[in-house]
């Protein structure tokens, strides 16, 4: 079965500090993985994607993951939070089972206090 | 680059009644994807379209039926509208179908069954 897993529902973070999004993942297959994240009233934008290359995948507006097959996580990670970082985030997950097909995480919603 | 589009943003409809959303993909995208959000369920794949050809579908009961026509653009349908059918639903677009793809999202469509 293939499932995804985002740790937190809600994250909070001061300006400037360092912003870590927990995402676990299940698949019996070579799974890509990818992060998105959506705005109020938008919808959901691509900020990176894994899919079997380089294990540190880096993303826009200086997000980035680590694939860790051995843990099955894909940990979304910025040095230093920005305001206009809150938003929601999602951790995808899309397997090739005989249909392929998208599973998303719960979501994490990231607020950000100046 | 004009981005995906979707009509129409908002719609009510009461319960039992049938409802069809559109969804124009990026110009040169043949994969139109489409999801169900809502706070409860999260979101959830619905279907995939690619060359008018339906590729991948999600676990929904067949009241949720799409169709994509020569020139990409796309159509979700729902009959017979339950309560719990009121979501934010999203279609996205891709150049390449299978989902292992970036996904580019329209804002939505939020449907109110009353």
């Known amino acids: 079965a293939q499932s995804v897993t985002q740790l937190d529902s809600h994250v909070s973070v001061s300006e400037g500090t360092p912003v870590l999004l927990r995402c676990n993942y299940s698949s019996s297959y070579s799974p890509s993985l990818f992060w998105y994240v959506q705005h109020p009233n938008k919808g959901l934008q691509l900020l990176l994607k894994?899919?079997?290359?380089?294990?540190l995948v880096k993303g826009i507006n200086g997000f980035e993951a680590e694939f860790k097959k051995s843990e099955t996580s894909f940990h979304l990670t910025k040095p230093s939070a920005h305001m206009s970082d809150a938003a929601e985030y999602f951790c995808v997950v899309s397997v090739l089972t005989g249909a392929n097909n998208l599973f998303f995480g719960t979501g994490t919603r990231l607020t950000v206090i100046p | 680059k004009a981005g995906v589009t979707q009509t129409p943003r908002y719609l009510i409809k009461t319960r039992g009644q049938q409802v069809t959303l559109s969804c124009s993909p990026i110009s040169g995208h043949r994969s139109v994807s489409w999801y169900q959000q809502t706070p409860g369920q999260g979101l959830q794949f619905l279907f995939e379209y690619f060359s008018e050809t339906q590729r991948n579908k999600g676990n929904f009961p067949g009241r949720f039926s799409g169709r994509q026509f020569s020139n990409s653009r796309s159509e979700m349908n729902v009959s017979t509208l339950e309560l719990g059918d009121s979501a934010l639903y999203l279609c996205?677009?891709?150049?390449?179908?299978?989902?292992?793809?970036?996904?580019?999202f329209g804002p939505g469509t939020r449907l109110t069954v009353l």
């Open positions: 996205a677009s891709s150049s390449r179908p299978g989902l292992r793809d970036e996904q580019f």
């Open positions: 894994y899919t079997s290359a380089a294990t």
